[in-house]
């Protein structure tokens, strides 16, 4: 079982930053592949970034690619989402992901989801 604690969300106006931490229970955390997704009011679950077990490979969703950048520490069992130059449409709920495949860019199946933490941009 793997649990899964966000934090970092918060208010920032447009062009600001913030990072995304998500810790991880567990010895094996550097066997899962993580993500972040997004949800806003409204619209579907977009997977915004996710990375591999040893952390060589990354993937961005276009919306976010050249502002985001998706990281992990395995000794601290930690992802981070170091987000910049926020835009509004930013704005939603944020979501750290785990499995021990491959993370589906639809969202499901996955092995465990966070809780989530809003993150607000403001114009």
């Known amino acids: 079982q793997v649990q899964l604690v966000e934090s970092g969300g918060g208010l920032v106006q447009a062009g600001g930053s913030l990072r995304l931490s998500c810790a991880a229970s567990?010895?094996?955390?550097?066997?899962?592949?993580m993500g972040w997704f997004r949800q806003a009011p409204g619209k579907e679950r977009e997977c915004v970034a996710r990375?591999?077990?040893?952390?060589?490979?990354?993937y961005y969703a276009a919306s976010v690619r050249g502002r985001f950048t998706i990281s992990r520490d395995n000794a601290k069992n930690t992802v981070y989402l170091q987000m910049n130059s926020l835009k509004p449409e930013d704005t939603a709920v944020y979501y750290c992901a785990a499995d021990q495949t491959i993370i589906p860019l639809q969202g499901s199946p996955i092995d465990y989801w966070g809780q989530g933490t809003q993150v607000t941009v403001s114009s």
């Open positions: 990375i591999s077990g040893n952390g060589a490979a990354t």
């Open positions: 567990g010895r094996t955390f550097s066997r899962y592949y």
